[in-house]
């Protein structure tokens, strides 16, 4: 069985996508898993490849989410199936009952919704990923009316189950992000 890579990830993800945001998304949630993977002491560059291909199937069903994942990515030659898993886990509770069990499948059930309020936090910021700071986050993640689409029950859910504190798990999520600022769109504004 040969692990996802990430090449293998962004030619999937590019036959199945199109739109910049929903890429964004995958960069992020990607920066996030390889921040997590480091703090696990697992290889960042597979967890950052199952990252990136999570919502593989999003553009096409976004009714259907993760309906349309599994055998798909198989027949598009993808043989690893503790990515297809991980990738299914994420949507444990709303679009599959495939429950996170490993730390790479509850640190992507968390970072998906987080990622989305970091990012959310440091637009709102001049220096925005740049000089972002764990306490701003955890500000807007108290602040149910800012970003509210973003489910925080689903952050802490997952945080429960990662064993983390919440802050530990932002602190995560924006050091990965930070690494990739500029292709997030999230670099600091020139005065
Ligand atoms: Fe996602």
Known sequence: MSQLTMEQAKALLATTTTQQHLFEHAIGVSAAMGAMARHFGEDPAYWEAVGYLHDYDYEQFP????????????AAGVEDEAAI???????????????????????????DELT?????TARMRPGRLSDLEVSSVKKKFKDKKFAAKI????????????????????GLCIEGMRAHMEELGLAPVQA
């Open 63 to 74: 009714e259907e989410h993760l309906r349309h994942t599994a055998d798909e990515l198989r």
């Open 116 to 120: 989305g309020l970091v990012g959310a």
């Open 151 to 170: 489910k925080r029950e689903l952050i802490q859910q997952g945080c429960d189950m990662l064993g983390m504190p919440l802050e530990e798990v932002i």
């Open 85 to 111: 898993r991980a990738i299914l886990a994420h949507g444990y509770g709303g679009c599959t009952d495939v429950e996170p069990l490993t730390p790479m499948e509850k640190s992507l059930f968390t970072v």
